[in-house]
């Protein structure tokens, strides 16, 4: 809280979804390297980079829309791109794991997902 005003204020309570799928893909997203047997520091050190990023660029949208007086419409297209950003990772995540979700995997990079659905 910055002198009375909250992130909340800003942004709406979308931050807590953007939050919680950032979380849920970092969660999975370690958890499919550990059954990969791939969990090394430096590689989660960028991935966590990518995130900080994410949270600045959604601080510089703040920044713009207020800006152009937006009425927070720019934010939420911010947030439903990193929504949206974070789902994909998440399913490929999952997939990593070896979950069967072929019905949604079909339609990604087959370097990236479909690896723990041979056997």
């Known amino acids: 809280?910055?002198?009375g005003l909250e992130i909340t204020d800003v942004v709406g309570n979308i931050w807590y979804l953007v939050l919680g799928f950032i979380?849920?893909?970092?969660?999975?997203g370690l958890l499919a390297a550990a059954v990969e047997k791939k969990l090394n520091s430096s590689i989660n050190y960028v991935g966590l980079l990518r995130k900080v990023g994410e949270f600045v660029a959604l601080a510089f949208l703040v920044f713009v829309d207020a800006y152009t007086g937006s009425n927070g419409y720019?934010?939420?297209?911010?947030?439903?791109?990193i929504v949206a950003y974070e789902g994909l990772s998440i399913i490929e995540n999952f997939?990593?794991?070896g979950?069967?979700?072929k019905f949604i995997t079909k339609f990604f990079d087959k370097d990236k997902v479909g690896k723990g659905d041979e056997k």
């Open 1 to 3: 809280m910055i002198q």
């Open 99 to 101: 979950i069967d979700i």
């Open 95 to 97: 997939s990593r794991m």
């Open 23 to 28: 979380l849920f893909d970092v969660v999975t």
């Open 74 to 81: 720019i934010i939420k297209l911010g947030v439903g791109m």
